[in-house]
């Protein structure tokens, strides 16, 4: 008896031995198992006992250290010996755990819960005397894991061809997808399975300024939902995007298979990279639940703490701006009717004026007074500078200077008029994606934003990075974006980054890039439309690694009020732009809409007045990607609290459970609602508003119009 | 009889009307005539009644503006119609003339004569409804022409795929050509006939840290020369290449014709132009004498007038440099065995010195020592910045900061040590090629300079561009440069660059750019040596656009007096390496030597020391590409007067004639020559010196030993 005993625990020994190293989850739900299988590390997940993830594969392959000539040269030539894909032997592992709690300069809650469990594998490449680490966290909402390259003796330099860090799901799902692309993410989300993907791909985008697309790939994050009795939500996504290209996934739609598809240079080469160094985070978050993963900070609790010192100038801002006007097409960026200028040579002054430059004296202050008189923090003002004649299409490198206003902008009256009237301006950088160029004059751009003023700037990227060749999201235009959060930094500027890669959590890293669009924003109405479930899927893709300046507002839906026969309009109710202030953060908030429409609405436009930006805590009342998402969220140092709640192309009925409320307290609650004939097509202004007192113990019954939504805010009663 | 007159001279004029227009030179030795063909341009070019360039087509195709994506998509689709290379009427020709002198800042003559018949033809390409005009400039050296680019309606912005301008010999000729290269200037120059030139290519070209070759092209200023009785010597070069591309020359061996080819960015896009825009001169210098092509100023005059208001900074610079010791090997620019630094991260003071850092405190104070005792303005110090443990072939592009010394250079105690002793310390920025990197850190670089006194400063750009894609001589990288020098001069700064583009004449514009190597200098001659014709060349190519930084001046030519058994030596005899300070033009002339090796000849030291760098007349007594080259130079505001003769392979005797002194004035000649067993292989260190009275009636005749030269300081007789 006790020889066959101690060969089953001989067994098992030995078979924990066989390079197998199993982590579990702080809560013990998941287990992740890593192993070599013919010298290839592999890993697994399994969440409450089911299989996630099956085996999936890790590694990297590499080009020729410093040979890197071009394109033409970048096949692997012989590579096998050089990748870092096999011939590895586990030397090491190190358990850990962390379990700390830190605040964030801006947030959804005030604190956030970093709690995991790791494993640091030490693999050495024993052909090539070189090891790397791979490092696993599991977490109570999922795994992040992301390689390590030490610096040592064989390994200083390294370029890589590709990352091939599979995630292998066991079964078909339903995912909700961007087309893959290295430039551009605003594209309409499609919803299929995975097996559908290449069939609906050709199919899945449309034209933009600046886009490659990938064929057969997606981009992340990304969400997906295995269906039945026992729903599984997984996103997959990455988190500490730093000196690294972003990546996309590929997709093998008959084996449910992703891959890491890293963005290339102009080359082909897809990063450079000098040890000691790591990768971004690979994370997938697993619940059972849709809401949970609307609430996991993983992505920022994987990114370095901040190194910045002094973070009082990053502060919540609510702004309106002189900007949609222009979108829809009413007035101009440009100041004159030239078609061709250059600047620091041209006299604008000389020009002939369009008649139609929206940022001009008279109209600002207009602006101004309104944002003013309505508490706003801030007001864009898009189009103040020189250079709009020609800013886009022509690759145009020395496109603006950032510092010279047009003649009819008054750039110091303008700012001591805003002050008077305690609000400031927000500066507007757009780069056309000349970066180089943007980077040129970023001293003197902050220079004269301190000189004025301005706490915050909108960057843009729209068109094709300059360096010609590189892409919005390859490691050179990454560090850029870097490069000049930290530079803002320096002089207290805080950066809203506009067609730039999407965040992946690094704002605890780099707080003052406080915000960024980086998909398909509230513009694109205008443009060809948003789909109606599209803001019930962004906050489960787009926002898990950060928050999105949506730019949401808008009451005049319908475009035909300007131009008669238009057919554009907003595909939403009034009242579901109300709510997107609560379901889709950003400490960043803007009333989109022009001065005009909220005068006619100042009932509706209350709330979005009284809205936070920054918050104590998030509660996700209930949430499903891509029909509903209801979120509760209370002010950060305030006793106030928010609620809102949007549905797709469905009309649904809610019951707003109050029992996130503190126990025993009462408020006021202010109910803004779809009108009972509401109707996001044909009668999107009817709402409805209605005081009711409330406690924890409360609930109310609330009708969603199709694409539809409501807004709650709730104040103490004495 | 006067009817059969009358339709002679209609049949004159007619044929006048008929689209050709001739253009004469101020002596009338020239005359260029332009032609229309189907709607085409052309040129012809005939000198003394001869023709030597045929009818030569011109134009440039184009690629679709604004439609750049990357470089698949760069194929010509339909492009037809969008080129400037037909479908031309002319509806203007202007005809105008320029006769002025102007004094360079720094210059082989005190005043430049600019002295041409101007055509400029207006080009309506009807079907485009754009125009475009070719300036054609007639000198007495030949042509220079040109595309010009008016702002107008439908040409704002354009896309160049290529330039095709053509220079269409009658015969075949004798060329010294380099292989054309999108990066490097660095190759041994080859002698065949142009018919020839396919078969040598593929031997042409030796390895470079950075090259794009470009098969059966060869690079400008190409030199050339109809052999016979009557030779003909023909220069082809671009002068003032400002925000363009710089050109090779493709060969069509078959018909002696040469066509533009324009350095591609990394997409293979040739240049972003937004008019009103002008392309770079094509110049073509033609003179039955060699010598009159070294006297040719065309590039300069062709180049646009200087706007900087303050030149006083920009001297002439006759420098030493802890340099050569490490290009030999000697010595290393690393000061540690690290291989593998963080600029701004890496302790520098903790690594372990590899104990052969050249640019350390004791050894710099040497140098310092020895340069200011004999005279020398500045000393050059190269590795004395934090970085060079891994500067290369990893396309690292944070390399440098250029303002972090290693630990063992101090640099406020060595600046003050050095102005202490009547000398300067010349900066060196030494960029990797990461031209990012060096404008992010230009500023800060040049403060440093300005704050410790530098009067200048050699860049370099060893290693492939970052922009990654980008080529040496790319329309980005030239601006680039253009963009260092215009920054430089802010700073009061001189710039000598390495690695850069070739110059074009720019330095009438750019009068602080005083200098560059951009071709293969004396440091080759410690990489796989220089051919013994080398510097027979260089002058008639090279020379044409600017002064290259040469670096000559070694006296210990055999490297086995360092190494025993080193089989590398300086392919010429130590007289000769006098003769170059005369023979090839530079305001900033280095003594590239190691200061023992000049103590222990301090007797032919005495010319380096005495020679000046900056003249206010220079005469080319006898000159013949290849063979030989005997100059004569006067010092600019002193009555001092240089000459300099060097012979290729073959030993010579030549007669100094002093006619070109002032008469009636005796001035003392001091003579260096080969030895009469001289012998760059075998004795290269024998050398004689004499001196002698002589006169303007003087003649001193020298025999030259193979590899060999003379040079000869006269100094005034009271």
Not at 103 to 121: C, I, M, R, S
Not at 315 to 328: A, R, S
Not at 498 to 522: L, M
Not at 658 to 672: M, Q
Request: hydrophobic share 35%; no cysteine.
């Amino acid at each position: 008896m006790l020889k066959i005993k101690l060969s089953a625990f001989a067994v098992v020994v030995g078979s924990m031995l066989l390079n197998a190293q199993t982590l579990s989850s702080p809560n013990g739900e998941f287990k992740m198992e890593f192993s070599l299988k013919n010298g290839s590390p592999y890993y697994n997940l399994k969440y409450k006992g089911e299989t996630v993830v099956e085996d999936s594969r890790l590694g990297l392959r590499l080009l020729k250290d410093g040979d890197i000539q071009f394109a033409s040269e970048l096949e692997r030539k012989d590579q096998q010996g050089q990748d870092l894909l096999e011939g590895f032997v586990k030397t090491k592992e190190e358990f850990s755990s962390k379990n700390e709690k830190w605040d964030p300069v801006l947030g959804e809650k005030k604190t956030y819960v970093n709690h995991y469990n790791e494993l640091a594998v030490t693999l050495n490449q024993t052909a090539n005397e070189r090891h790397i680490i791979v490092k696993f966290r599991l977490f109570n909402d999922g795994l992040g894991f992301r390689y390590e390259f030490p610096e040592q003796k064989n390994l200083n330099y390294f370029v890589i061809q590709e990352e091939d860090s599979e995630i292998d799901l066991p079964w078909d799902a339903k995912a909700w997808w961007l087309t893959g692309d290295y430039d551009s993410q605003e594209y309409q989300t499609q919803t299929t399975n995975i097996s559908e993907i290449p069939q609906r791909w050709p199919s899945s985008y449309d034209g933009n300024a600046s886009q490659t697309t990938i064929k057969n790939a997606v981009q992340s994050p990304l969400m997906l939902k295995k269906e039945g009795k026992q729903p599984l939500y997984i996103n997959l996504a990455e988190a500490a995007v730093v000196n690294y290209a972003a990546s996309n996934l590929e997709v093998d739609a008959t084996t449910y298979k992703f891959k890491t598809h890293l963005t290339p240079d102009g080359q082909g080469a897809k990063g450079y990279i000098q040890t000691p160094a790591v990768s971004p985070w690979r994370t997938i978050i697993v619940s059972d639940k849709a809401e949970e993963v609307l609430d996991s900070k993983m992505l920022f609790n994987l990114n370095e703490p901040t190194h910045y010192k002094d973070t009082s100038y990053i502060k919540p801002t609510k702004y309106m701006g002189v900007w949609w006007e222009m979108i829809i097409g009413k007035s101009q960026w440009a100041y004159s009717t030239a078609k061709n200028v250059h600047i620091g040579k041209t006299d604008f002054s000389s020009l002939t004026p369009n008649g139609n430059h929206a940022a001009n004296n008279t109209k600002v202050k207009e602006y101004i007074d309104f944002a003013s008189a309505h508490g706003f923090d801030a007001l864009l003002i898009e189009g103040w500078n020189a250079g709009w004649e020609d800013w886009f299409g022509h690759s145009k490198e020395f496109v603006f200077d950032f510092i010279t206003p047009y003649p009819d902008f008054d750039i110091e009256m303008l700012n001591q008029y805003a002050h008077q009237k305690g609000i400031r301006l927000m500066m507007h950088h757009e780069t056309s994606g000349s970066a180089t160029n943007y980077e040129r004059w970023a001293d003197k751009a902050f220079q004269l934003m301190n000189k004025y003023g301005y706490p915050s700037v909108k960057t843009g990227y729209v068109g094709n990075i300059i360096p010609r060749g590189e892409h919005h999201y390859s490691q050179w235009t990454i560090n850029h974006y870097l490069r000049i959060a930290e530079k803002a930094h320096e002089y207290k500027i805080m950066v809203n980054s506009h067609e730039s890669v999407r965040p992946s959590g690094q704002s605890r890293t780099y707080p003052n890039w406080i915000a960024a669009e980086a998909a398909r924003g509230t513009e694109f109405e205008a443009f060809g439309g948003n789909n109606p479930d599209h803001q019930t899927i962004l906050p489960f893709t787009r926002f898990m690694g950060g928050p999105m300046d949506y730019t949401p507002g808008i009451f005049q839906t319908k475009l035909d009020y300007y131009f008669p026969g238009d057919k554009r309009f907003v595909k939403t109710t009034l009242a579901k732009q109300l709510a997107l202030y609560v379901v889709m953060y950003s400490p960043l908030q803007m009333a989109a809409d022009l001065p005009e429409n909220y005068q006619r609405h100042l009932d509706a436009f209350q709330f979005i007045k009284d809205v936070a930006a920054d918050w104590d805590d998030t509660v996700i009342l209930s949430a499903e990607p891509g029909d509903y998402i209801h979120t509760a969220r209370k002010a950060k140092g305030k006793d106030e609290w928010f609620v809102g709640g949007i549905t797709d192309e469905n009309a649904r009925r809610f019951t707003v459970d109050f029992s996130f409320l503190p126990k025993g307290k009462k408020y006021e609650a202010t109910v803004y609602q779809d009108g009972k004939d509401a109707d996001y097509i044909s009668n999107p202004q009817s709402y409805h508003i209605f005081k009711k007192t409330v406690s924890s113990k409360s609930k109310i019954s609330i009708d969603l119009a199709r694409s539809g939504g409501y807004a709650i805010s709730l104040k103490p009663l004495k």
